[in-house]
Antibody
Framework: QVQLVQSGSEVKKPGSSVKVACKAS????????LVWVRQAPGQGLEWLGG????????NYAQKFQGRVSITTDESTTTTYMELSSLTSEDTAVYYC??????????WGQGTMLTVSS | EIVMTQSPATLSVSPGERATLSCRAS??????LAWYQQKPGQAPRLLIY???TRATGIPARFSGSGSGTEFTLTISSLQSEDFAVYYC???????????FGQGTKLEIK
């Protein structure tokens, strides 16, 4: 069974960047889409972007274009999400998830990002 | 960008009763509509995809329906574990882009 295991909590200062990792273990890596979704405290779910490793090129929500970068390392079956120019509004739990048939059927445990001076 | 609107924001229902949650898309999403359940401190859990197909392990009391721009999640007989927040989500085909509704909180009446 594939599992998605994310890196640990982060505390960053405004204006800095963060890179969150999501490692897929227990199954194949390529051939499906990995996405990143965030959830600010007490708020709903927001899609940031995703990548299908076999095709290579990621795509991003318009809101985050130019500020988010999603990369993959197939040798370690790890996907990374880097978010730059952080503000307090980026404080949220960040999830990676596997997309199949347009829906997210497997989720990582979440990574809490706190942006604070 | 397709906007997803869920109603109501909060729904109060007694255990054993039926709950009906709505989701409207700003334009047709064809059959690319999914529903999730989220409990406090947990990642979302996929319930329904493709409008009406239950995900693995999801009880039959959860059902989805609709087409185009109007969709419904029905929980036929509420169990205590069903009280949670529910989100709808649409996807377009290629490149894959996704948007969520703002959520409906299902609470015990």
């Amino acid at each position: 069974q594939v599992q998605l295991v994310q890196s640990g909590s982060e505390v960053k200062k405004p204006g800095s960047s963060v890179k969150v990792a999501c490692k897929a273990s227990g199954g194949t890596f390529s051939g499906y889409t990995l996405v990143w979704v965030r959830q600010a405290p007490g708020q709903g779910l927001e899609w940031l972007g995703g990548v299908t490793p076999v095709f290579g090129s990621p795509n991003y929500a318009q809101k985050f274009q130019g500020r988010v970068s999603i990369t993959t390392d197939e040798s370690t079956t790890t996907t990374y999400m880097e978010l730059s120019s952080l503000t307090s509004e980026d404080t949220a739990v960040y999830y990676c998830a596997k997309a199949v048939w347009g829906a997210f059927n497997l989720w990582g445990q979440g990574t809490m990002l706190t942006v604070s001076s | 960008e397709i906007v997803m609107t869920q109603s109501p924001a909060t729904l109060s229902v007694s255990p054993g009763e039926r709950a009906t949650l709505s989701c409207r898309a700003s334009q047709s999403v064809k059959n690319n509509l999914a529903w999730y359940q989220q409990k406090p401190g947990q990642a979302p859990r996929l319930l329904i995809y493709g409008v009406s197909t239950r995900a693995t392990g999801i009880p039959a009391r959860f059902s989805g329906s609709g087409s185009g721009t109007e969709f419904t999640l029905t929980i036929s007989s509420l169990q205590s574990e069903d009280f949670a927040v529910y989100y709808c989500q649409q996807s377009n085909n290629w490149p894959p882009m996704y948007t969520f509704g703002q959520g409906t909180k299902l609470e015990i009446k």
